[in-house]
């Protein structure tokens, strides 16, 4: 998810480093066609679609958000970019990529619950281990600049911002949860064979 709190279950959010000013919702929805061809986005609703998880025409959604976040996915409605957040093709692949992360592990997890803290922050390793949210050179323009280890602490912060926004969890919720599944949720790197 990127930047937002999750205020349902079935909800997940992606916080965004985008800085203010955005694009139209045209503009962004342009952006997300675009994006639909690149590999990775490719990939993934390939492996959504041999899962049984096909996803529609209109399924990805450029909108306006009040709040300060890059996207979101809900069950049952779709994945969201907001495009006032959004400055970049970059930054509309990276939304895209790490919400059907989410779809992926929704379809495939009969049981995943939004308002259990534990998926919840499975789903966030996952998506922020392997969409590439934590490559150095984004944690570079975010400010961080430390060299060893930086991809472990960019997704347990990136895990934490969001799931301490889930209505479920609390703070010491969400970091026990993130605790206690990090090992199993970090080396989950289907549908890929590595992290790539």
């Not at 093709?89 to 495939?108: A, G, K, M, T």
């Amino acid at each position: 998810m990127s930047d937002e709190s999750t205020s349902e279950p079935g909800t997940s959010s992606s916080f965004s480093s985008a800085v203010s000013g955005g694009k139209t919702v045209k503009e962004c929805q342009d952006m997300i066609r675009r994006s639909l061809q690149t590999p990775m986005v490719k990939f993934l609703l390939e492996h959504l679609d041999k899962s049984g998880c096909a996803v529609g025409d209109g399924f990805i959604k450029a909108v306006h958000c009040d709040k300060e976040f890059g996207g979101g996915y809900t069950r049952g409605e779709g994945v969201i970019v907001c495009s006032n957040h959004m400055n970049m093709q970059d930054d509309v692949n990276q939304v895209v990529i790490h919400e059907l992360i989410h779809v992926f592990d929704d379809c495939r997890a009969a049981n995943l619950n939004w308002a259990n803290c534990a998926h919840h922050a499975c789903s966030e390793i996952r998506a922020g281990h392997l969409s590439g949210d934590c490559h150095y050179k984004r944690e570079f323009l975010r400010g961080f600049m430390k060299i060893r280890g930086h991809e472990q602490d960019c997704v347990r912060r990136r895990v934490m911002k969001s799931v301490i926004n889930n209505p479920y969890c609390s703070e010491a919720a969400a970091k026990d949860a993130m605790e206690a599944v990090w090992d199993v949720c970090y080396n989950d790197t289907q549908p890929f064979d590595r992290a790539p």
